[in-house]
């Protein structure tokens, strides 16, 4: 019997036994599960309670469009549910236009930020967006990312931020975190400032730009094939004088060069004998006026050895050194009376004889003459032969003065700024039109001589980009030449930069440093302008 119905006991045993372990298991299932549940539920209110209490509206996407928001996202939207949302803005909420800050177009598609994070991209985008519910314009931060299971993009998340000052898409004081709201307002004037700096910067690029085309003179207007030798000029008085030149170099004639101190005349004699068939001969330069009346008749048509006390040797006169080429005689009007006959003598025969020798030496010099003096008033007051003036005055060619030929300024101070920063080692490229004006107003008693040293000055002084012109000239030519020679050219240097740096410091109202400060108008360091104020004893009032 036992045999009988052991096998069926134990078979019952084992079944009851694996019915308990199976219910075990499935109870050790069920509650497992309703584990994973309750942390899923729990989850679930965790993310609500964020999604509430945010004050950023959040936007879930599928691909179907909008499947979830937030309460701030239709709030900032003006709708009541995500139905009336959907029904109004569209499926992926389209109708809710988002715009660059710098642009007037809303998004392309491709642009938006859920479109993006649908390829895969993380976005962080600063938008402008018209609060749907009070119609305000609105500054964004726009954020958006893609949602991904098992490594694919199932959907994307989407949270705009208002950043707009003094604005929040949740006015909700209860729900919102103050520590949060203050990290809000904190990251909303940041914001603010980088505007404003933004701002700030367009328009300093828009003044730049302004001042390079309105208030910088334009040099890139001149034309430097204005050149005639080393003579620069493009005036039709100048030209006349390049014509007169290009003519009479290749003769052999006499030249007389009229025009006052510093109008070039020095430049125009080597233009003369650069374009004549001497100008591989020498072209010697005697200066009338540079030497003393004793030493003159030596220097021009050189001695012999013990010719007068101190003559210890041979010396060769300046004709003699001029044979085959040119002699410039500068200040010819400054000549005296004595040796002008002497000179009439050379310039008729070619011939002369050496101090202390009676040997008659002959030359063939071309004479070129230069003076700033009126010669027919040297006659009128008898210091000056008129049989030498007429000898002299074959081919006169007059410079005019440089307040008659203004149109010229601009080019020379080009030509001298490149000049100087050249040998300065400076690199001076602007020079403003309220400078330009003055240099084009002044009179130039000293003509160009005058003009380069105040260029040559000026980039002396210096230190930025702009030429600080620190001479204060009298205005136009209605001054006497006297006054204006005592203003322009007398005075110190020193007193005309104390004079301009206060006068700078009164146009800023003595404001120092900044973009509209004396330092930067004057070109130098804040640090630098303190200390010269310390040190001229320039004070405000
Ligand atoms: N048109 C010009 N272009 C460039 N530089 C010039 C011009 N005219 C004059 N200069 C410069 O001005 C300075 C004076 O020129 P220059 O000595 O030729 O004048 P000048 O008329 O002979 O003067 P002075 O009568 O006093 O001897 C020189 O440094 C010269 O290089």
């Not at 203003?487 to 440093?513: C, F, K, P």
Request: hydrophobic residues 40%.
């Amino acid at each position: 019997m036992l045999t009988q119905t052991a096998p069926y006991t134990i078979r019952r045993a084992v079944r009851a036994e694996a019915g308990i372990r199976s219910e075990v298991i499935q109870v050790k299932k069920r509650r497992l599960f309703s584990a994973h549940v309750s942390a899923l539920l729990l989850k679930r209110a965790e993310i609500n309670a964020i999604l509430d209490t945010t004050p950023n509206a959040v936007f879930i996407f599928t691909r179907d469009g909008i499947t979830r928001c937030n309460n701030a996202a239709v709030r900032m939207l003006g709708v009541a549910s995500i139905n009336e949302l959907r029904s109004r803005y569209g499926r992926r909420g389209e109708g809710f236009l988002l715009r660059w800050p710098k642009n007037l177009l809303p998004l392309r598609e491709d642009e938006h930020p859920v479109t993006r994070a649908f390829k895969g991209e993380k976005v962080t985008e600063i938008l402008l967006a018209v609060h749907a519910g009070t119609g305000e314009e609105i500054t964004v931060r726009a954020t958006a990312a893609p949602i991904l299971a098992k490594g694919k993009i199932i959907g994307a998340v989407s949270i705009h931020s208002d950043i707009t000052w003094g604005k929040r898409i949740c006015p909700c004081p209860a729900a919102a975190d103050p520590g949060s709201d203050l990290l809000t307002q904190e990251m909303a004037l940041r914001r603010q400032a980088e505007n404003d700096l933004h701002k700030a910067k367009v328009e300093v690029q828009a003044l730049k730009d302004r001042i390079q085309s309105a208030d910088i003179y334009p040099f890139h207007e001149i034309n430097h094939t204005y050149h005639f030798g080393e003579v620069i000029g493009h005036s039709r008085c100048l030209e006349n004088v390049f014509f007169r030149v290009e003519a009479v170099a290749p003769q052999d004639s006499t030249v007389l060069l009229l025009g006052e101190t510093g109008t070039g005349k020095g430049l125009v004699a080597r233009a003369i004998h650069n374009r004549s068939l001497r100008k591989n001969r020498p072209l010697v330069m005697v200066n009338c006026t540079a030497l003393p009346a004793s030493l003159i008749e030596s220097e021009l048509f050189g001695r012999e050895k013990g010719a007068f006390t101190g003559a210890s040797a041979q010396q060769l006169g300046r004709f003699e050194m001029a044979d085959k080429g040119t002699i410039l005689l500068d200040e010819i009007g400054d000549l005296p009376f004595e040796l002008q006959a002497k000179l009439l003598h050379v310039i008729q025969d070619g011939e002369f004889s050496r101090l202390g020798s009676s040997r008659t030496v002959k030359v063939d010099v071309r004479i070129i003459a230069a003076t700033n003096r009126d010669l027919y008033e040297e006659m009128r007051l008898g210091r000056f032969r008129e049989d030498l003036f007429y000898r002299l005055n074959i081919f006169p060619i007059t410079i005019p003065p440089l307040r008659d030929r203004r149109e010229d300024i601009p080019l020379l101070v080009e030509y001298f700024l490149e000049k100087f920063n050249r040998k300065l080692g400076k690199n001076i490229r602007n020079v403003t039109s309220e400078t330009m004006d003055r240099l084009m107003a002044h009179a130039w008693p000293g003509n160009v001589r005058e003009l380069e040293s105040v260029i040559e000055r000026a980039a002396i002084v210096s230190q930025g980009a702009t030429l600080q012109v620190l001479d204060r000239f009298a205005p136009g030519p209605g001054r006497g030449q006297d006054e204006v020679q005592e203003q322009g050219g007398t005075r110190a240097l020193v007193e005309l930069e104390r004079d301009y740096i206060s006068q700078v410091l009164r146009r800023t109202n003595w404001r120092i440093e900044g973009n509209n400060g004396a330092a930067h108008i004057l070109g130098i360091n804040p640090s630098t302008l303190r200390g010269r104020m310390r040190k001229e004893g320039i004070r405000r009032p």
